[in-house]
């Protein structure tokens, strides 16, 4: 896992040095805030599909756990940016024999950073009258899982995620986005070590992301 974060650390300072030093023709960096909210898939230890107790198969309902997340970033070019979450992820995750639960249901709490790659703006250039663009993003950040059981404890680590995102450009000021991710876990992120070293949960959302305009709040105040 620390091998996993350090690789997205280096990505993460390489990607930023160069969106300082991107062109910036035509463009005026900007900031959003936005919301979105989705659905996480954890898969973790005794999760076996060719096994003969179902309890033990892996299921997009079983699996899938709720999410929510606040967004605030910034555009340093048409192809580079960095955004931030903070959210909270509700997870689920079928065991029917370590705890003598069918679904063992835990919370957990995070915040993670990212740098954005407008794919869309570096392959065409920047093209306002388009109405989506397509992003891919990599990033690391810090999650508290809270305790599974009541003399259990809970968890401090961190996550390397990546993933893409699709904007679809609703006007000058607001985007409907899609986001489809993969979160990489420490072990014992699910209160069992065996096996792999990590713990995997994919995510899809969807939410909002308002663009700020300071000089439309400047004008106010003249």
Known sequence: ?????????ILFSTLLVSAQTAGNDG?????????????????GERIDNFSNN????????????????????????PVWGIRGFAGFTQNHWPEATLYYKEV????????????????????EGQNLARSFDFLAFAGTGFHFRNRMTR?????????????????????????????????????????????????????????LTYYIDFSRFQSYFK
């Open 1 to 9: 896992m620390r091998k996993i974060v350090f690789i997205v650390s």
């Open 27 to 43: 463009f005026y960096p900007g900031w959003y805030v936005g919301g979105n909210l989705g659905t996480s898939w954890l898969a």
């Open 54 to 77: 179902p309890d033990s198969r892996y299921s997009l309902g079983r699996n899938s756990g709720s999410m929510f997340r606040a967004e605030i970033g910034y555009n340093y070019s």
């Open 104 to 123: 063992i249901s835990f919370a957990s709490k995070y915040v993670t950073g990212d740098v954005m790659m407008n794919i869309s703006n570096y392959l």
């Open 151 to 207: 003399n259990g404890a809970g968890l401090f680590s961190m996550i390397g995620r990546l993933g893409a995102q699709t904007n679809f450009i609703l006007n000058e000021y607001m985007d409907l986005k899609a986001i489809f991710e993969l979160n990489i876990v420490d072990d014992n992120y699910n209160g069992f070590e065996m096996g792999s070293k990590l713990d995997i949960m994919p995510a899809l959302s969807v939410g």
